[in-house]
């Protein structure tokens, strides 16, 4: 078995499509790796990888927007092909099994409810802002241990 994962952020906004009676999710998730190169000048190189998440449920689509970090992970498959011009091209595309939200550039691309894993896909859950007290604040003797 073969599996990738991914995290990059979304190059445009997810598409949800229906193909022969079934759901299909497509966006397009961008890496860009900084290196430098043999003179010592700062090179960027992105890595672009189509991805299709088949599913029934499709909640997670609205966020997948433009921007959006992501962590993907599925199968690979690399489509080669002919350009108009002869010459030869790839692509890497990736049959997601699972999406996990990670941010936005902005505050509105995550779901508000948060806490969700549910059918491969996830949001971070919710920061627990609770005054639960500190592991230094036990306020019960140690002998009282119900064991």
């Known amino acids: 078995m073969i599996k990738l994962t991914a995290i990059?952020?979304?190059?445009?906004?997810?598409?949800?499509?229906?193909?022969?009676?079934?759901?299909v999710i497509n966006f397009t998730v961008a890496h860009t790796e900084r290196y430098k190169d043999?003179?010592?000048?700062?090179?960027?190189?992105?890595?672009?990888?189509?991805?299709?998440?088949?599913?029934e449920?499709?909640?997670?689509a609205p966020y997948l927007k433009k921007g959006t970090q992501v962590y993907v992970e599925g199968q690979p498959d690399v489509r080669t092909y002919t350009t108009k011009e002869g010459t030869n091209g790839a692509?890497?595309?990736?049959r997601v099994s699972s999406v996990q939200l990670l941010g936005s550039?902005?505050?509105?691309?995550?779901?508000?409810s948060g806490g969700y894993n549910t059918g491969g896909y996830q949001a971070a859950p919710?920061?627990?802002t609770s005054s639960a007290p500190a592991s230094n604040?036990?306020?019960?003797?140690f002998d009282d241990l119900p064991f």
């Open 57 to 60: 449920r499709t909640g997670i």
């Open 126 to 128: 919710p920061v627990n």
């Open 137 to 141: 604040d036990i306020t019960e003797p």
């Open 105 to 112: 550039k902005s505050n509105d691309a995550a779901p508000s």
């Open 38 to 55: 043999a003179q010592g000048n700062q090179k960027d190189k992105t890595t672009w990888v189509d991805c299709a998440y088949w599913t």
């Open 91 to 94: 692509t890497l595309s990736l």
């Open 8 to 23: 990059g952020n979304l190059g445009k906004d997810a598409i949800l499509n229906n193909v022969n009676g079934k759901n």
